[in-house]
């Protein structure tokens, strides 16, 4: 299976900070990578496809980019509810596997 | 409203089994492939299984393979999820997940757009 590791695991920010996480697969899965949302207590959220398509809806201030091993979700000025852990998953096989999340808390 | 609602969690001792669904409303079921996730107390995301929108083809991550087995009813629309011979490390709060797509230049994108708010399994004796 393709293993997807992210970095970091947990990251202190401040409300208006730009926040970058990475995310990195163990071989090339092209263009084939989501970014989910989840909060506590709560299921995930869809945010991005493609690497870097934003669901509708979502906004503006996040963005995704990358291809082959290495991706990246950013966030361009963190908002009181964008505090929450973020999960990259890849579907290059059809043995999905999600990244181990990077909690994003407050500073 | 889009919406899918999981049922059929509980406690269950080591070894047994369990039969989770998953009701699907506000959408067309039988266009969507559907997908189970599974997140165990405290720790992140783990994809357990898929099956596309006609059931003719199925997929198991390597630690259910074989335990566990993923169906649907379309006339129902529901999805279902047999757990058979539970362990402890099973323990978790499964979700349910549309698989949606979006074609990009000829090439098919596949993600987790619609998720159930979850049902809780516990294996223990």
């Known amino acids: 299976d393709i293993q997807m590791t992210q970095s970091p695991s947990l990251l202190s920010a401040s409300v208006g900070d730009r926040v970058t996480i990475t995310c990195r697969a163990s071989?090339?899965?092209?263009?084939?990578l989501s970014w989910y949302q989840q909060k506590p207590g709560k299921a995930p959220k869809f945010l991005i496809y493609?690497?870097?398509t934003l669901q509708s809806g979502v906004p503006s201030r996040f963005s995704g980019s990358g291809s082959g091993t290495d991706f990246t979700l950013t966030i361009s000025s963190l908002q009181p509810d964008d505090f929450a852990t973020y999960y990259c998953?890849?579907?290059?096989?059809?043995?999905?596997?999600f990244g181990q999340g990077t909690k994003v808390q407050i500073k | 409203e889009v919406q899918l609602l999981e049922s059929g969690g509980g406690l269950v001792q080591p070894g047994g089994s369990l039969r989770l669904s998953c009701a699907a409303s506000?959408?067309?079921?039988?266009?969507?492939?559907m997908r189970w996730v599974r997140q165990a107390p405290g720790k992140g995301l783990e994809w357990v299984s898929a099956?596309?929108?006609?059931?003719?083809?199925?997929y198991y991550a390597d630690s259910v393979k074989g335990r566990f087995t993923v169906s649907r009813d379309n006339s129902k629309n529901t999805l279902y999820l047999q757990m058979n011979s539970l362990r402890a490390e099973d323990t978790a709060i499964y979700y349910c997940?549309?698989?949606?797509?979006?074609?990009?230049?000829?090439?098919?994108?596949?993600?987790?757009?619609?998720w159930g708010k979850g049902t809780t399994v516990t294996v223990s004796s």
């Open positions: 099956i596309s929108n006609d059931a003719g083809t199925t």
């Open positions: 506000g959408f067309t079921f039988t266009t969507y492939g």
């Open positions: 071989q090339s899965i092209s263009k084939f």
């Open positions: 998953q890849q579907s290059s096989t059809s043995a999905w596997t």
């Open positions: 493609a690497a870097s």
């Open positions: 997940a549309r698989s949606g797509v979006t074609t990009v230049a000829s090439i098919f994108y596949y993600y987790m757009d619609v």
